[in-house]
Nanobody, 122 residues
């Protein structure tokens, strides 16, 4: 069993920044990779990026490269998503997820958090 809890969402103006946190715990064999996904109303959920439990970011979506950064604390209990230069199209529900593979394929996800809302106004 893996528990995931996101925090840090909110409303911000375009060009601003937010940092999301994902506190994760439970079976380490089931959370070898921690992901961020997002889903905007009327759109499919998309992978934002992922990081191995031991460190090392595996991918970023093209739409966020150069603006978003994934990192992990030294205790390996919290993964962060630093979002800079936010755009209205970044508005979405952001989900933390866990699985044993670091692809952007949702089929590889075993656990999901509840999500945290990010709204970017123009």
């Amino acid at each position: 069993q893996v528990l995931l809890a996101e925090s840090g969402g909110g409303s911000v103006q375009a060009g601003g920044s937010l940092r999301l946190s994902c506190a994760h715990s439970g079976d380490t064999n089931s959370r070898k990779c921690i992901h961020w996904f997002r889903q905007a109303p009327g759109k499919e959920r998309e992978g934002v990026g992922a990081i191995y439990f031991g460190g090392g970011v595996t991918y970023y979506a093209d739409s966020v490269k150069g603006r978003f950064t994934i990192s992990q604390d030294s205790a390996k209990t919290t993964v962060y998503l630093q979002m800079n230069s936010l755009k209205p199209e970044d508005s979405a529900m952001y989900y933390c997820a866990a699985g044993n593979y670091c692809s952007a394929n949702e089929d590889d996800i075993d656990y999901w958090g509840q999500g945290t809302q990010v709204t970017v106004s123009s």
